[in-house]
Protein backbone atom coordinates (compact mmCIF):
# COMPACT_ATOMS: atom_id res chain seq x y z
CA UNK A 1 0.00 0.00 0.00
CA UNK A 2 1.39 3.61 -0.87
CA UNK A 3 1.56 5.81 1.96
CA UNK A 4 -0.24 9.38 1.31
CA UNK A 5 2.52 11.75 1.13
CA UNK A 6 5.11 9.46 -0.02
CA UNK A 7 7.27 10.27 -3.18
CA UNK A 8 4.98 6.73 -4.77
CA UNK A 9 2.11 8.66 -3.91
CA UNK A 10 3.23 11.83 -5.46
CA UNK A 11 4.42 10.58 -8.64
CA UNK A 12 0.97 8.27 -9.12
CA UNK A 13 -0.68 11.96 -8.82
CA UNK A 14 1.63 13.55 -11.32
CA UNK A 15 1.62 10.58 -14.01
CA UNK A 16 -1.68 11.87 -15.92
CA UNK A 17 -0.37 15.06 -16.40
CA UNK A 18 3.25 13.26 -17.66
CA UNK A 19 1.12 10.86 -20.51
CA UNK A 20 -1.13 14.13 -21.17
CA UNK A 21 2.46 15.81 -21.89
CA UNK A 22 3.99 12.65 -23.98
CA UNK A 23 0.42 12.85 -26.40
CA UNK A 24 0.65 16.47 -26.92
CA UNK A 25 4.83 16.07 -27.83
CA UNK A 26 4.34 12.87 -29.81
CA UNK A 27 0.43 11.89 -30.39
CA UNK A 28 -2.00 12.83 -33.50
CA UNK A 29 -1.23 16.36 -34.78
CA UNK A 30 -4.53 18.63 -33.25
CA UNK A 31 -5.22 19.88 -37.06
CA UNK A 32 -6.63 17.11 -38.51
CA UNK A 33 -5.00 15.57 -42.06
CA UNK A 34 -2.81 16.72 -43.83
CA UNK A 35 -4.23 19.38 -46.25
CA UNK A 36 -5.03 18.04 -49.81
CA UNK A 37 -2.89 19.27 -52.76
CA UNK A 38 -2.09 18.35 -56.69
CA UNK A 39 0.87 19.58 -58.77
CA UNK A 40 0.19 20.95 -62.25
CA UNK A 41 2.60 21.61 -65.14
CA UNK A 42 0.96 24.26 -67.19
CA UNK A 43 1.56 25.50 -70.46
CA UNK A 44 -1.33 27.68 -71.18
CA UNK A 45 -0.36 31.44 -70.53
CA UNK A 46 -0.71 31.71 -66.84
CA UNK A 47 -2.95 34.81 -67.19
CA UNK A 48 -5.45 32.31 -68.59
CA UNK A 49 -4.82 29.36 -66.58
CA UNK A 50 -4.65 30.84 -62.94
CA UNK A 51 -8.28 31.92 -62.37
CA UNK A 52 -9.09 28.56 -63.75
CA UNK A 53 -7.23 26.98 -60.80
CA UNK A 54 -7.91 29.21 -58.44
CA UNK A 55 -11.50 28.38 -58.63
CA UNK A 56 -10.92 24.59 -58.61
CA UNK A 57 -9.15 25.68 -55.38
CA UNK A 58 -12.08 26.89 -53.68
CA UNK A 59 -14.49 24.89 -54.78
CA UNK A 60 -12.50 21.52 -53.90
CA UNK A 61 -10.64 22.94 -50.64
CA UNK A 62 -7.59 21.38 -52.74
CA UNK A 63 -4.51 23.45 -53.20
CA UNK A 64 -2.80 23.47 -56.82
CA UNK A 65 0.66 23.70 -56.95
CA UNK A 66 1.58 25.59 -60.34
CA UNK A 67 4.78 25.10 -62.36
CA UNK A 68 4.77 27.24 -66.00
CA UNK A 69 6.96 27.65 -68.74
CA UNK A 70 8.49 30.49 -70.72
CA UNK A 71 7.16 31.99 -73.87
CA UNK A 72 10.06 31.61 -75.48
CA UNK A 73 10.10 27.48 -75.19
CA UNK A 74 6.38 27.44 -73.94
CA UNK A 75 5.76 23.56 -73.77
CA UNK A 76 8.95 21.98 -74.56
CA UNK A 77 10.73 23.35 -71.41
CA UNK A 78 8.34 21.10 -69.52
CA UNK A 79 8.54 17.95 -71.44
CA UNK A 80 11.86 17.71 -71.35
CA UNK A 81 11.00 17.95 -67.63
CA UNK A 82 8.39 15.33 -67.15
CA UNK A 83 10.63 12.93 -69.27
CA UNK A 84 13.58 13.71 -66.78
CA UNK A 85 11.38 13.00 -63.94
CA UNK A 86 9.76 10.18 -65.26
CA UNK A 87 11.52 7.29 -62.58
CA UNK A 88 10.21 9.42 -59.89
CA UNK A 89 7.57 12.16 -60.66
CA UNK A 90 6.60 15.23 -59.42
CA UNK A 91 4.12 16.35 -61.45
CA UNK A 92 0.29 14.87 -61.35
CA UNK A 93 -2.04 16.72 -64.46
CA UNK A 94 0.06 18.01 -67.20
CA UNK A 95 -2.63 20.58 -68.98
CA UNK A 96 -0.63 21.31 -72.28
CA UNK A 97 -1.61 24.56 -74.72
CA UNK A 98 -1.73 21.71 -77.49
CA UNK A 99 -1.37 18.48 -78.67
CA UNK A 100 1.53 16.74 -80.41
CA UNK A 101 3.86 16.90 -77.24
CA UNK A 102 1.28 15.32 -75.13
CA UNK A 103 1.01 12.58 -77.42
CA UNK A 104 5.18 12.36 -77.57
CA UNK A 105 4.49 11.72 -73.34
CA UNK A 106 2.11 8.89 -74.24
CA UNK A 107 4.47 7.31 -76.76
CA UNK A 108 7.46 8.08 -74.23
CA UNK A 109 5.31 6.01 -71.75
CA UNK A 110 4.76 8.98 -68.99
CA UNK A 111 0.99 9.28 -68.98
CA UNK A 112 -1.56 6.94 -67.64
CA UNK A 113 -4.73 6.45 -68.85
CA UNK A 114 -7.90 8.21 -67.32
CA UNK A 115 -11.42 8.17 -69.00
CA UNK A 116 -12.83 11.15 -67.63
CA UNK A 117 -16.55 11.11 -67.03
CA UNK A 118 -16.46 14.98 -67.64
CA UNK A 119 -15.40 14.47 -70.81
CA UNK A 120 -18.91 13.96 -72.36
CA UNK A 121 -19.56 15.86 -75.84
CA UNK A 122 -16.09 16.62 -76.40
CA UNK A 123 -15.59 15.20 -80.13
CA UNK A 124 -13.97 11.71 -81.10
CA UNK A 125 -10.59 13.58 -82.75
CA UNK A 126 -10.38 15.90 -79.81
CA UNK A 127 -9.40 12.60 -77.46
CA UNK A 128 -6.58 9.77 -77.27
CA UNK A 129 -8.45 6.62 -78.09
CA UNK A 130 -6.53 4.81 -75.09
CA UNK A 131 -7.43 7.65 -72.90
CA UNK A 132 -4.42 9.41 -72.49
CA UNK A 133 -4.94 12.87 -72.98
CA UNK A 134 -8.23 14.91 -73.73
CA UNK A 135 -8.16 17.91 -75.73
CA UNK A 136 -10.45 20.76 -74.33
CA UNK A 137 -11.47 24.76 -75.49
CA UNK A 138 -8.96 25.16 -78.55
CA UNK A 139 -7.12 27.94 -79.94
CA UNK A 140 -7.00 29.01 -84.16
CA UNK A 141 -3.88 29.47 -85.95
CA UNK A 142 -5.26 32.50 -87.68
CA UNK A 143 -3.30 35.71 -89.68
CA UNK A 144 -3.03 38.91 -87.90
CA UNK A 145 -3.26 41.75 -90.66
CA UNK A 146 -2.67 45.89 -90.12
CA UNK A 147 -5.11 46.89 -92.29
CA UNK A 148 -3.14 50.50 -92.47
CA UNK A 149 -0.08 48.13 -94.48
CA UNK A 150 -2.63 45.94 -96.20
CA UNK A 151 -5.19 47.45 -99.00
CA UNK A 152 -9.05 45.64 -98.36
CA UNK A 153 -8.32 44.35 -101.48
CA UNK A 154 -5.10 42.62 -100.96
CA UNK A 155 -5.97 41.14 -97.52
CA UNK A 156 -4.07 37.37 -97.17
CA UNK A 157 -6.84 34.38 -97.23
CA UNK A 158 -4.74 31.63 -97.30
CA UNK A 159 -1.55 31.03 -95.13
CA UNK A 160 -0.05 30.32 -99.12
CA UNK A 161 -0.21 34.00 -98.98
CA UNK A 162 2.40 34.51 -96.58
CA UNK A 163 4.71 33.28 -99.33
CA UNK A 164 3.68 35.54 -102.06
CA UNK A 165 6.29 37.44 -103.45
CA UNK A 166 4.55 40.77 -102.79
CA UNK A 167 4.99 40.51 -98.95
CA UNK A 168 8.62 39.75 -99.07
CA UNK A 169 10.29 40.48 -96.26
CA UNK A 170 7.03 41.84 -94.37
CA UNK A 171 5.35 39.11 -92.59
CA UNK A 172 6.22 37.16 -89.57
CA UNK A 173 5.80 34.18 -87.87
CA UNK A 174 6.59 32.88 -84.10
CA UNK A 175 10.07 31.05 -83.81
CA UNK A 176 8.77 26.96 -85.39
CA UNK A 177 10.50 24.95 -82.34
CA UNK A 178 8.13 25.49 -79.72
CA UNK A 179 4.30 26.09 -78.65
CA UNK A 180 1.50 26.25 -81.42
CA UNK A 181 3.80 26.70 -84.48
CA UNK A 182 5.98 23.95 -83.98
CA UNK A 183 2.12 21.85 -83.64
CA UNK A 184 1.14 23.52 -86.41
CA UNK A 185 4.33 22.39 -88.59
CA UNK A 186 3.73 19.20 -87.35
CA UNK A 187 -0.13 18.97 -88.84
CA UNK A 188 1.44 20.05 -91.76
CA UNK A 189 4.00 17.16 -91.89
CA UNK A 190 1.71 14.42 -90.81
CA UNK A 191 -1.59 15.69 -93.50
CA UNK A 192 0.87 16.64 -96.37
CA UNK A 193 3.76 14.71 -96.27
CA UNK A 194 7.60 15.90 -95.68
CA UNK A 195 8.09 16.80 -99.61
CA UNK A 196 5.46 19.00 -100.24
CA UNK A 197 5.42 20.22 -96.06
CA UNK A 198 9.46 21.01 -96.68
CA UNK A 199 8.51 22.81 -99.58
CA UNK A 200 5.68 25.34 -98.30
CA UNK A 201 8.54 26.46 -95.34
CA UNK A 202 11.08 26.66 -98.25
CA UNK A 203 8.49 28.74 -99.98
CA UNK A 204 8.52 31.12 -96.80
CA UNK A 205 12.01 30.95 -96.10
CA UNK A 206 12.69 32.37 -99.63
CA UNK A 207 10.41 34.78 -98.63
CA UNK A 208 12.42 36.38 -95.71
CA UNK A 209 9.92 35.38 -92.86
CA UNK A 210 10.23 37.60 -90.14
CA UNK A 211 10.96 35.04 -87.12
CA UNK A 212 9.31 36.23 -84.10
CA UNK A 213 9.85 35.34 -80.34
CA UNK A 214 6.40 34.23 -79.91
CA UNK A 215 2.90 34.27 -81.27
CA UNK A 216 2.10 37.44 -78.81
CA UNK A 217 5.74 38.96 -80.65
CA UNK A 218 4.24 38.30 -84.04
CA UNK A 219 1.22 40.03 -82.44
CA UNK A 220 2.66 43.18 -81.42
CA UNK A 221 4.58 43.65 -84.37
CA UNK A 222 1.88 43.77 -86.95
CA UNK A 223 -0.20 46.12 -84.73
CA UNK A 224 3.12 47.92 -84.35
CA UNK A 225 3.41 48.62 -88.34
CA UNK A 226 6.41 46.89 -88.42
CA UNK A 227 4.76 43.66 -90.25
CA UNK A 228 1.94 43.72 -92.33
CA UNK A 229 0.85 40.17 -91.28
CA UNK A 230 1.66 37.66 -89.56
CA UNK A 231 0.50 33.85 -88.30
CA UNK A 232 -0.43 33.79 -84.53
CA UNK A 233 -3.24 32.50 -82.80
CA UNK A 234 -6.78 33.36 -81.66
CA UNK A 235 -5.79 34.50 -77.96
CA UNK A 236 -3.23 36.41 -78.75
CA UNK A 237 -5.31 38.46 -81.64
CA UNK A 238 -7.97 38.66 -79.48
CA UNK A 239 -5.51 41.21 -77.45
CA UNK A 240 -5.01 43.42 -80.09
CA UNK A 241 -9.06 43.33 -81.16
CA UNK A 242 -10.01 44.87 -77.15
CA UNK A 243 -7.39 46.84 -77.18
CA UNK A 244 -9.08 48.82 -80.45
CA UNK A 245 -6.06 48.00 -82.62
CA UNK A 246 -6.41 48.79 -86.37
CA UNK A 247 -6.22 45.26 -87.30
CA UNK A 248 -8.28 42.35 -89.44
CA UNK A 249 -8.58 39.01 -88.08
CA UNK A 250 -8.43 35.92 -91.22
CA UNK A 251 -9.34 32.67 -90.34
CA UNK A 252 -6.94 31.04 -93.40
CA UNK A 253 -8.52 28.74 -96.06
CA UNK A 254 -12.07 28.61 -95.11
CA UNK A 255 -12.62 27.99 -98.64
CA UNK A 256 -9.65 25.41 -98.97
CA UNK A 257 -8.47 22.95 -96.62
CA UNK A 258 -9.90 24.65 -93.17
CA UNK A 259 -8.11 26.74 -90.74
CA UNK A 260 -5.86 24.30 -88.14
CA UNK A 261 -7.91 24.34 -84.58
CA UNK A 262 -5.49 23.42 -81.69
CA UNK A 263 -6.89 22.36 -78.10
CA UNK A 264 -5.99 22.40 -75.14
CA UNK A 265 -5.20 18.98 -73.82
CA UNK A 266 -4.67 17.46 -70.37
CA UNK A 267 -3.10 14.30 -69.16
CA UNK A 268 -2.86 12.35 -65.88
CA UNK A 269 0.91 11.39 -65.30
CA UNK A 270 2.07 7.91 -64.39
CA UNK A 271 2.66 7.53 -60.95
CA UNK A 272 1.28 10.71 -60.41
CA UNK A 273 1.83 11.11 -56.09
CA UNK A 274 -1.63 12.97 -55.59
CA UNK A 275 -4.07 10.73 -58.17
CA UNK A 276 -6.90 11.12 -56.95
CA UNK A 277 -6.68 14.87 -56.91
CA UNK A 278 -5.47 14.87 -60.43
CA UNK A 279 -8.63 13.27 -61.41
CA UNK A 280 -10.17 15.61 -59.26
CA UNK A 281 -8.64 18.81 -61.45
CA UNK A 282 -8.63 16.79 -64.96
CA UNK A 283 -12.58 16.38 -64.37
CA UNK A 284 -12.66 19.95 -63.49
CA UNK A 285 -10.71 21.02 -67.07
CA UNK A 286 -12.82 19.13 -68.92
CA UNK A 287 -15.94 20.35 -67.84
CA UNK A 288 -18.05 22.68 -69.82
CA UNK A 289 -17.33 25.17 -67.47
CA UNK A 290 -13.93 25.58 -68.02
CA UNK A 291 -14.99 25.92 -71.76
CA UNK A 292 -17.06 29.01 -71.72
CA UNK A 293 -14.86 30.67 -68.77
CA UNK A 294 -11.97 30.53 -71.47
CA UNK A 295 -14.28 31.32 -73.86
CA UNK A 296 -15.43 34.38 -72.39
CA UNK A 297 -12.19 34.99 -70.82
CA UNK A 298 -9.46 37.31 -72.53
CA UNK A 299 -8.06 34.01 -74.21
CA UNK A 300 -10.86 33.72 -76.69
CA UNK A 301 -10.71 29.90 -76.60
CA UNK A 302 -13.17 28.09 -78.85
CA UNK A 303 -15.09 25.23 -77.39
CA UNK A 304 -15.07 22.17 -78.67
CA UNK A 305 -18.57 20.62 -77.35
CA UNK A 306 -21.69 22.18 -79.57
CA UNK A 307 -23.64 24.27 -78.28
CA UNK A 308 -21.22 26.28 -75.60
CA UNK A 309 -21.11 30.48 -76.74
CA UNK A 310 -17.80 31.71 -78.37
CA UNK A 311 -16.69 34.80 -78.83
CA UNK A 312 -18.66 37.01 -81.37
CA UNK A 313 -16.17 37.84 -83.83
CA UNK A 314 -15.04 33.69 -83.63
CA UNK A 315 -17.23 32.51 -86.87
CA UNK A 316 -20.01 29.92 -85.77
CA UNK A 317 -19.52 27.88 -88.63
CA UNK A 318 -15.62 27.54 -88.59
CA UNK A 319 -14.45 24.93 -91.52
CA UNK A 320 -11.37 23.10 -89.59
CA UNK A 321 -8.41 21.57 -91.04
CA UNK A 322 -8.40 17.20 -89.96
CA UNK A 323 -6.06 16.41 -88.14
CA UNK A 324 -4.78 13.03 -86.61
CA UNK A 325 -3.13 14.22 -83.68
CA UNK A 326 -1.20 10.79 -83.29
CA UNK A 327 0.28 11.46 -86.60
CA UNK A 328 1.06 15.02 -86.29
CA UNK A 329 2.57 13.69 -82.77
CA UNK A 330 4.59 10.98 -84.49
CA UNK A 331 5.76 13.86 -87.17
CA UNK A 332 6.38 16.67 -84.84
CA UNK A 333 10.47 15.49 -83.99
CA UNK A 334 11.46 15.15 -87.61
CA UNK A 335 9.68 18.49 -88.30
CA UNK A 336 11.41 20.04 -85.45
CA UNK A 337 14.47 18.32 -86.96
CA UNK A 338 14.50 19.93 -90.19
CA UNK A 339 12.40 24.04 -89.59
CA UNK A 340 15.36 24.38 -87.22
CA UNK A 341 18.52 23.43 -89.82
CA UNK A 342 16.23 25.62 -92.29
CA UNK A 343 15.78 29.00 -90.33
CA UNK A 344 17.56 28.85 -87.23
CA UNK A 345 20.76 27.20 -87.74
CA UNK A 346 23.75 29.83 -87.43
CA UNK A 347 21.80 32.09 -85.61
Known amino acids: MIKRGSPAWVALLALPWVLGGLYLAFGPSPQGPPEREVVVYCALDRLYAQPILDRFSQRTGIKVRAKWDTEASKTTGLVKALLAEQDRPRCDVFWNNEVSQTVRLGREGALEAYMSPAAAG ?10 LWTGFAARARVLI ?5 VPADAI ?7 CDPRWKGQVGMAKPLFGTTATHAAALFSLQGPEAAQAFFKRLRDNEVVICAGNADVKDRVVAGELAFGWTDTDDAHLALLA ?3 VKVVFPDQEGQGTLLIPNSVALIKGAPHADEAKALID ?3 SKDTEEALAVARSAQIPLREGLERPAWIPQSLKALAVDWEAAG ?5 ARTYLEA ?6
Do not use: C
Open 284 to 286: ALL
Open 156 to 162: PTSVEDL
Open 122 to 131: IPAWARDSKG
Open 145 to 149: VNEAR
Open 330 to 334: TAFAA
Open 244 to 246: GEK
Open 342 to 347: EFLQGK
